[in-house]
């Protein structure tokens, strides 16, 4: 195995898609294999972007579990603020918690909430009103900031404290965090936010109190909404972790004898688990990637995953798409299966 994924890896770094990479494959009796390559440790610390959501969904779906919220409760009943704003409230009527793990809430898949004045609802309500809803799947920030807000609604407790409560405690799992406190074993992520900038004007969209393109931002979160509007702590992005923390989030999984936690792995609507993504670049499994580079991927069924850390926009070049490199290296890994080899 170690040979055909150093392949992969070197021929994408060569191909200057990202400057560094942390690699680890396991099942859940053993590790395949666990290797760094660039200037990064296989335990440093890296901006996991929208991986955050699976931490999110985690514990949405730990919370359903401990009977504090219902699958197919609807939104408003957790968040009752929702109720005060006219638009919104038309908006999001009927939607459940359901609705939002799988992206199916109606709303847009972006919008810099940061350019705006007020609170994340009365944002929202404003900006609800500008766009038609949606029908079906559209993959959306929003609705994972919205799990964020039932979570701190109905624990009473900050995203910090949750994280510590169920992942870290419950769970177990370490080297996990928002807004890390120190700055070392951490990956650069990216020269400020200039994609973001080119979003917001290709809307006609103002702010101009953008991040600047000469220095690295090292331990700061890169998404936009999470550092200028969530102050780096929010649901859909602002995790910072080592490939181990995933590992472990996989191993619980993957090992799991509860029905939900079994059922999130698997496609409830057009490409879409319950936080998990169904797609071919995740063969005979499920995934879920983070803008930054990052990615993890399950496949239950043949006991194996993949947690793969990089940081493809810590470039000065246009950032180059990582999915023929996750779909060749998971299919990489699941032929080396296949074949018998360890």
């Not at 170690?2 to 070197?10: G, K, V």
């Not at 080297?175 to 809307?203: D, H, L, V, W």
């Not at 999130?264 to 580079?293: A, D, K, V, Y």
Request: net charge negative; proline share 2%; charged share 25%.
């Amino acid at each position: 195995m170690e040979h055909l994924i150093d392949n992969i890896i070197n021929k994408y770094m060569d191909e200057n898609y990202f400057p560094s990479a942390v690699c680890n494959i396991f099942s859940t009796e053993k590790v395949y294999y666990y290797k760094a390559f660039g200037d990064v440790n296989v335990d440093t610390i890296y901006d996991v972007a929208s991986l955050s959501k699976i931490i999110t969904s985690t514990e949405i779906l730990m919370l359903i579990n401990d009977g504090k919220i219902n699958l197919n409760g609807k939104i408003s009943s957790y968040l009752p603020i929702i109720n005060e704003f006219q638009v919104l409230n038309e908006r999001l009527k009927d939607v459940t918690v359901d609705k939002l793990l799988t992206h199916n809430s109606g709303l847009i898949d972006w919008y810099p909430f940061y350019a705006e004045e007020g609170t994340i609802f009365e944002i929202m309500d404003k900006v609800t009103g500008k766009y038609e809803k949606f029908s079906g799947t559209l993959y959306s920030d929003l609705n994972f900031m919205l799990l964020a807000e039932i979570i701190k609604s109905v624990t009473g407790l900050s995203l910090e404290e949750s994280l510590d409560k169920y992942i870290k405690q419950r769970l177990n799992i370490k080297n996990i965090c928002y807004c890390p406190s120190g700055r070392s074993n951490i990956a650069p992520t990216s020269y400020g936010n200039g994609i973001e900038e080119k979003m917001c004007k290709e809307r006609n969209i103002e702010f101009n109190n953008w991040r600047s393109h000469d220095k690295a931002l090292t331990g700061e979160v890169n998404d936009g909404n999470a550092h200028y509007f969530f102050n780096g702590i929010s649901g859909h992005a602002g995790i910072f972790a080592d490939v181990n923390a995933y590992a472990d989030l996989c191993l619980y999984y993957m090992t799991s004898r509860d029905e939900l936690i079994k059922s999130s792995m698997t496609e409830h609507r057009e490409g879409r688990g319950l936080g998990w993504q169904i797609s071919e670049s995740f063969p005979m499994g499920c995934g879920h990637t983070g803008f930054t580079g990052t990615s993890v991927y399950i496949c239950k069924d043949k006991n194996i995953a993949a947690v793969t850390f990089t940081n493809r926009l810590h470039t000065k070049r246009e950032a180059k798409d990582l999915f023929n490199f996750r779909k060749e290296l998971h299919n990489c890994i699941l032929n080396i299966l296949k074949k018998g080899r360890n």
